[in-house]
């Protein structure tokens, strides 16, 4: 992204936050990760390493009553929304203090109250939900946007196609988007799909769509922020492809060597936190010891997060027998 | 009944109709979707008359599209309405199975969000309909965790218990049966009434044998009843009325009380909510009981098209008089 549009069209605070939910959420998943090869942390672990800046342009770019229905590497955004470190590694250590109280693990978490509708393993399953979501707020004339993604993968299914195409003919207020991170477990997009950019699939629906830099968090705000504000005007949906790279296996256990080891060359040097330090840099910003600073900070909260998960009380067995159905004194008469 | 009544009769699909109608008054967060519901009126015309009265935020059609109206209407009930989903006929609920199973009936488990939500389902045969407008496909979602399942038999029970189903906080499913759409009338009462979910009727008493069934098979029962009462045979007909939740302690009187028992459905046999509730009575009832436990279901094929092979396939009256017979003789 050019410095000079930046500067002029993002707050020098905006930058800086961004920046902190960049370390943030690198600290968190490095430590998760940790976690897991301790045994620590049992079940998948899926992170977006190398990817954090789509999760976080995104959801900086959302207003708090916004909804999102996260991708599974989008760690990022349910920290915006206001998950400490704390509950989300509960969750992981499937803890009764974290969202789900241990029902389900890793980040298969949500909370309508915090806007964040919780994923589903089935790729592609929240972007007709998300559509729905827009379509309660176009019904009820609210200034509200859903924002929902999948991978390059979750495109291949038929509820992204469903959803595109419902979305687009009631012109809902719903941006989607894509993580094209290249490939779907160790499936390549080649294999995938029969076109490079997933965002031509867009066109198909008649739905507006933009091709953007995975790896520069101003370029994911900026175009997140036009497709939302499109939205909330009334313009219908937008869809945005964002290219990245996957830097880790699908989930930790994955050694992923079905990646060329050249191709994750090539995206190291593109790691979304040293490109936001040199933003910040030639924006006059922040110098290295903001950064380091920054790291400090991030790693005692994360400290803080995995002592308070640790502390907390796993579920009891019978537990499992509750929840199942919702009464009728959790919703509205 | 107490309530005033006027002596109008009501069809089942006009029952239908009614409920959807007088809930979207009620409640403005109650819309609905669906194929064709909106101008056309549904392929059934349940929806008829409700676009021009309520318009086409709340009367929506949908595109061909099952996993992605039913994934929308979710979203739409979590953020706080009431989506009331079309399909327009059972068997295409396949389409949208995953969305049901995996999306809707979960959540709450999951994540805590509630999402009240109902899917109409027009489902059973003897309408010539063949394998794909026939179908009862009640069994899968008997299976799921998470979702309640209703199957009305007569007009009271179709109005009331859809008014119940909006209003519950929980994905329903409604499957109502279109075999008795025109076939099945009753006066109702004027007043606003819901009949609660998880709630089985007895729609005939009798002390000799019990019949549970739901559905359109109620009336096949009802009627081998009065034949089997001129032979001195008393049947006991409980209609279920909800699948999930299950009443069981209704069951459960009706066994102790006849000690004989017949399992009816139109969904075929193996893995069907029968053998479930068979397996419940061999529990729970095992020391009443006088006989084998019979279930009287379709057999495991599709439902044919042709008419000597759907009447073959279906579940007949002589079946039970002559399941009824053999019982006798415990």
């Known amino acids: 992204m050019d410095q000079a549009t930046v500067s002029n069209d993002i707050p020098r605070s905006d930058l800086l936050n961004m920046y902190w939910y960049l370390r943030l959420t690198r600290s968190l998943e490095d430590r998760i990760t940790a976690l897991y090869r301790q045994g620590r942390i049992v079940g998948g672990v899926y992170t977006s390493h190398g990817m954090e800046a789509i999760a976080v342009g995104y959801a900086s770019a959302l207003q708090p009553d916004d909804v999102i229905a996260p991708f599974h590497r989008d760690m990022g955004a349910f920290l915006i929304r206001g998950f400490t470190p704390g509950e989300i590694l509960a969750q992981y250590l499937g803890k009764r203090t974290g969202p789900t109280k241990g029902k389900d693990g890793n980040v298969h978490m949500g909370d309508l109250k915090r806007g964040m509708i919780g994923f589903v393993s089935h790729l592609a399953d929240n972007l007709p939900v998300a559509a729905g979501a827009a379509l309660a707020f176009k019904i009820r004339r609210e200034a509200r946007v859903a924002f929902a993604g999948t991978g390059d993968g979750g495109t291949s299914r038929g509820d992204f196609h469903e959803a595109m195409n419902f979305a687009a003919v009631r012109r809902l207020p719903v941006v989607y988007f894509c993580t094209n991170n290249q490939y779907a477990y160790s499936t390549p997009v080649r294999c995938q799909m029969a076109i490079t950019d997933v965002v031509e699939r867009a066109k198909a629906y008649g739905m507006p769509g933009d091709i953007v830099d995975g790896n520069d968090v101003a370029a994911v705000y900026q175009a997140s922020r036009r497709a939302i504000a499109n939205a909330r005007a009334g313009n219908g949906p937008t869809f945005l492809e964002f290219k990245t790279m996957r830097m880790h296996g699908h989930s930790e256990h994955d050694a992923a060597k079905y990646v060329p080891h050249e191709l994750l060359e090539e995206w190291k040097a593109k790691d979304p936190i040293l490109r936001a330090e040199r933003l910040l840099m030639t924006l006059g910003y922040a110098d290295e010891s903001y950064f380091h600073d920054v790291g400090e900070r991030v790693r005692k909260e994360v400290d803080a997060g995995t002592e308070f998960a640790e502390q907390s009380p796993l579920p009891e067995g019978p537990e499992t027998l509750t929840g199942v159905f919702a009464s009728v004194d959790e919703v509205s008469a | ?330």
């Open chain 2, 1 to 330: 009944m107490t309530t005033a009544t006027t002596t109008h009769e009501v069809t089942y699909v006009d029952a239908i109709s009614q409920a959807l109608d007088e809930e979207m008054t009620r409640d403005e967060r109650v819309f609905l979707m669906g194929e064709d519901i909106g101008t056309y009126g549904g392929a059934f015309k349940v929806t008829e008359g409700l676009l021009q009265k309520y318009g086409e935020w709340r009367v929506l059609d949908t595109p061909l599209s099952e996993s992605g109206f039913v994934g929308a209407a979710i979203g739409a009930a979590m953020m706080g309405l009431r989506p009331v989903v079309e399909m327009q006929f059972a068997d295409f609920i396949s389409c949208a199975f995953d969305q049901i199973t995996e999306v809707a009936a979960k959540n709450h488990y999951r994540w805590g969000a509630a999402v009240p939500l109902v899917i109409r389902a027009p489902f059973g045969g003897g309408v010539h309909g063949g394998p794909f407008h026939s179908e009862c496909p009640e069994g899968w979602f008997f299976h799921s965790p998470g979702l309640k399942i209703v199957a009305p038999s007569t007009p009271y029970d179709a109005k009331g218990l859809l008014k119940a189903a909006i209003r519950d906080p929980n994905p329903v499913l409604y499957f109502e049966h279109k075999f008795l759409y025109r076939r099945i009338k009753a006066v109702l009462p004027q007043e606003d009434f819901v009949v609660p979910l998880g709630k089985a009727d007895v729609k005939r008493r009798g002390r000799d044998l019990s019949v549970i069934t739901y559905g359109a098979m109620v009336h096949l029962a009802l009627e081998a009843a009065e034949l089997l009462n001129k032979e001195g045979i008393d049947l006991e007909v409980v209609d279920l009325r909800t699948l999930i939740p299950l009443d069981k302690e209704t069951l459960y009187e009706s066994v102790r009380k006849t000690s004989k028992v017949i399992l009816l459905h139109e969904d075929n046999k193996t893995g069907g909510i029968g053998a479930e509730i068979a397996a419940l009575l061999a529990e729970e009832c095992f020391d009443c009981l006088d006989g084998p436990i019979l279930r009287i279901a379709p057999p495991d094929t599709p439902v044919p098209f042709s008419t000597p092979l759907e009447e073959f396939f279906l579940p007949k009256v002589s079946d039970i008089v002559s399941g009824a017979r053999r019982l006798a003789a415990y």
